[in-house]
């Protein structure tokens, strides 16, 4: 999913590679019948980028889903999350 949000911040001028874009990403698993499995999966990004670009920010962290094959995949089973902390850049 960073990947595809990172293709989507860079198609709009907004720089996401050296490190500017991080995700942390933890899964929620519980038992069912004795069984091991992930629940919900909440994705974490922070992003170093200039006030400047925030509507472009915003367009592309909306519309990042849909477009991940990894979301698309897991979407319909587990309940995945996504929060963005932008950061000015140092």
Do not use: W
């Not at 509507?55 to 962290?61: S, T």
């Amino acid at each position: 999913m960073a990947g595809t949000f990172g293709g989507a911040l860079e198609a709009r001028g907004v720089k996401a590679d050296e490190g500017r874009l991080v995700a942390n990403v933890e899964g929620e698993v519980e038992t069912d019948d004795g069984v091991l499995v992930i629940r919900r999966i909440r994705a974490r990004y922070r992003l170093q980028a200039d006030e400047a670009h925030a509507d472009a920010i915003r367009r592309a962290f909306e519309a990042h889903p849909p477009k991940c094959p990894v979301y698309r995949t897991l979407s319909g089973c587990i309940e995945i999350t996504t929060e963005l902390d932008v950061v000015p850049v140092a």
